[in-house]
């Protein structure tokens, strides 16, 4: 697995270094991620000031609420192209992720009309079955490889995602549409620089895999 990952790594990293941004500009990252109506922040027992010499505060345990929605987003350096949900007892197959692959491709033809897209994702099995293989070729869309369980390289997982459920940790929602409601107004304000830098920051950790030897990079 590290082999494959340095491997991949290498043939993205030789191609930013040939095409430089032109090359992140193409890219298109999407995934799916839960986002529940209620996320609370951490507690610790810890008061405000404490004796150098005092131990460590601990954190008790918080549990997110049980109603959620499945979110689907592809974004690129210029903005967000496409989100979805799914409310909590739907699960994303093959046939819904074509689905999504034909939103998507109608989006990007309408906004992105003169620019080359390339659908980064991950390799969870509705996004590599050979039902979603044919229907990305049939729509034209070029895919970028991903080393297997790598989402320290997806700036979906370690950029996007993370941002995103830090704004609506703490939040309490009442229903799906709050949620929904929520996670747009947050994909409205984000800048194509906030964005840019997202897709930027996989260039570095490319490099950090190949010097690593496939070793996973967690920041």
């Known amino acids: 697995m590290k082999l494959q990952r340095v491997q991949i790594c290498r043939e993205l990293f030789a191609k930013f270094d040939e095409d430089g941004e032109d090359f992140l500009r193409q890219i ?5 991620s839960w986002v529940h109506h209620y996320d609370p922040e951490s507690k ?12 460590c505060p601990k954190k008790f345990k918080v ?5 959620k929605v499945l ?10 192209a496409h989100t979805e949900f799914l409310e909590q007892g739907n699960t994303m197959n093959s046939t819904k992720y074509m689905n999504t692959l034909e939103k998507l491709k109608v989006r990007l033809r309408r906004v992105r009309s003169e620019k080359v897209s390339i659908i980064h994702h991950d390799n969870t099995r509705p996004y590599t079955s050979v039902e979603t ?7 034209g869309l070029w895919t970028l490889p991903h080393p297997p369980y790598s989402p320290n390289v997806a700036s979906s997982d ?4 993370p941002k995103l459920k830090n704004y ?3 939040n309490r929602y009442e229903t799906d549409e709050d949620v929904k409601n929520a ?14 830098d997202g897709i930027q920051q996989v260039v570095r950790r490319w490099r950090l895999c190949i010097e690593r030897d496939g070793d996973y990079v967690e920041k």
């Open 28 to 32: 298109v990252t999407g995934d799916e």
């Open 44 to 55: 610790q027992n810890s008061k405000k000031y404490r004796h150098k010499t005092s131990p």
């Open 63 to 67: 549990f997110s609420s049980a109603r």
């Open 71 to 80: 979110l689907t987003i592809f974004w690129d350096s210029e903005g967000v």
């Open 133 to 139: 293989l044919r229907a990305l070729d049939r729509l």
């Open 158 to 161: 370690f950029f996007l995602s």
């Open 168 to 170: 609506l940790k703490g």
């Open 183 to 196: 996670v747009l107004s947050w994909c409205r304000d984000k800048t194509a620089d906030f964005l840019a």
